[in-house]
């Protein structure tokens, strides 16, 4: 499965409605990673092929959504967007972690699969 470009819009149907909610509430099923991109991002162009194929290999247990920070300024501005790329790793159940600069895909999948897809073993 691709990654899929979010607007503002289908952030707040799909992730978040920041304006209705104070307190942190996931709108999605399963976990998911936002990347806050640029067109002209040197480092984000370097992720981006990454993030590609992390949706292919995690496809069913994980969402990868994009937003363009130059399209979507009221987005980026609601999280305080200052460099790019940003990612946010949002787990199914718990608080949304927020992480600055290019990272390497050992990195990304040391993250989805310790905090966002946990393989549960059925005792």
């Given at each position: 499965m691709p990654t899929i470009k979010l607007t503002t819009a289908d952030f707040k149907k799909k992730v978040f409605d920041y304006e209705n909610n104070k307190e942190w509430k996931y709108e999605g099923e399963l976990p998911a990673i936002i990347d806050f991109y640029a067109?002209?991002?040197?480092?984000?162009?370097?992720?981006a092929p990454i993030l590609e194929?992390?949706?292919?290999?995690?496809?069913?247990?994980?969402?990868?959504?994009?937003v363009d920070t130059e399209a979507e300024q009221e987005?980026?501005?609601?999280?305080a967007i200052q460099s790019i790329p940003s990612i946010l790793f949002i787990p199914a159940d718990a608080q949304p972690m927020m992480q600055k600069g290019?990272?390497?895909?050992?990195?990304?999948?040391?993250?989805?699969?310790?905090?966002?897809?946990?393989?549960t073993t059925e005792g």
């Open positions: 067109d002209w991002c040197g480092p984000c162009k370097m992720v194929e992390l949706s292919d290999e995690y496809d069913g247990k994980l969402l990868i959504y994009k987005l980026a501005g609601a999280f290019a990272l390497p895909k050992h990195v990304l999948k040391q993250v989805i699969d310790e905090h966002l897809v946990k393989e």
